[in-house]
């Protein structure tokens, strides 16, 4: 069954701690595609314990150049060669991260063993980055609201229309190898009839996650994540401490429930939780956000998710 999976890596924001490594998110489909959003410090030793393999990973997308979200990456990148990496790795990111990871990297790059593809990123857009059976992975990158140049993504999975047999039958022809044919082409030509994929099916089901990175409350990010399956949103405060939130660039519990609510997410999960809430303390930060969004989660270490289509 088509699902997507999810594992929490670092749920913390600015500095590691026993409890939270620094922002970074394990997402994986179906069919074994993976993608590490962001790479704090600590990404490796949380990765084993989900348990994945550096392998595993087909594009890492890095929101901005703050360490507690990039401090990981050079580690990650020796542990691949260590353990002789041969598949291709995509990298992308703001053109300060890429640079960021060019100088540190490229000196060695001829000993890694393997190739980096690097997407410069800016402003905003839009790529497939997986493409499998008819079924899509889209990424859509917008600015956030904190530094100058930081990204916020939204991963969609779109899944090949399905073929409605009625409408088939409706138009008087038969199913048959021809089909697999018509999910690339959209239009083929059978028993001299014109058929177009649009007229013979229902449009496949959509799966997006949308993940801010460190933001203040953003209206591109809102525009962003509409509608999205589950949107993983920056939550270092509680309200209390809103004046430093937005100071710094950061947002409160309550602010990502807001975004949530406005952008008519399904779900939402609270991350980059400040190591300033231990234990328990950081439930203040869950509860605040449920009194505006009941559907919200709060963000541990190693925590996994589940998305099913
Ligand atoms: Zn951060
Ligand atoms: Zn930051």
């Not at 410069?120 to 839009?126: A, F, K, M, R, T």
């Not at 079924?135 to 399905?162: F, M, N």
């Not at 589950?230 to 004046?243: F, K, M, N, P, V």
Request: glycine content about 8%.
């Amino acid at each position: 069954m088509p699902h997507v999976g999810l594992t929490v890596l670092g749920s913390g924001g600015v500095i590691p701690t026993n409890e939270r490594l620094t922002s970074s998110f394990l997402i994986y489909d179906w069919r074994g595609y993976t993608i590490l959003l962001d790479a704090g410090e600590g990404v490796q030793i949380n990765l084993h314990k989900a348990p994945k393999s550096v392998h595993d990973i087909d594009l890492i997308l890095i929101t901005h150049e703050h360490g507690d979200h990039i401090n990981g990456l050079a580690g990650l990148l020796q542990s691949m060669a260590v353990t002789r990496r041969e598949s291709p790795l995509t990298i992308g990111g703001p053109p300060s991260v890429i640079e960021f990871s060019k100088e540190t990297l490229e000196a060695t790059s001829k000993r890694l063993g393997f190739e980096i593809n690097y997407l410069v990123l800016e402003n905003e857009g839009s790529l497939t980055v997986n493409k499998a059976g008819g079924d899509k992975l889209i990424v859509t990158w917008a600015p956030a609201c904190h530094t100058q140049g930081s990204l916020a993504y939204r991963l969609e999975w779109i899944l090949r229309p399905r073929i409605n047999m009625e409408k088939l039958k409706e138009i008087g022809v038969r199913p048959g190898p021809w089909l697999t044919d018509l999910f690339e082409k959209r239009t083929v030509i059978i028993d001299d009839k014109i058929v177009s994929l649009d007229s013979i099916s229902t449009p496949g089901k959509v799966v997006s996650i949308t993940y801010t990175g460190d933001t203040a409350p953003c209206a591109s990010i809102i525009d962003l994540a509409k509608g999205s399956t589950l949107l993983i949103h920056d939550s270092t405060y509680s309200s209390e401490l809103e004046g430093e939130a937005i100071a710094r660039g950061h947002s409160t519990a309550e602010h990502a429930a807001l975004v949530a609510q406005e952008a008519t997410v399904e779900n939402l999960l609270l991350f980059h939780v400040s190591p300033r809430y231990r234990g328990y303390e950081a439930w203040k930060l869950y509860r605040e956000a449920r009194r505006v969004f009941p559907k919200t989660m709060l963000a541990w270490d190693l925590m996994n998710i589940r998305i099913s289509f």
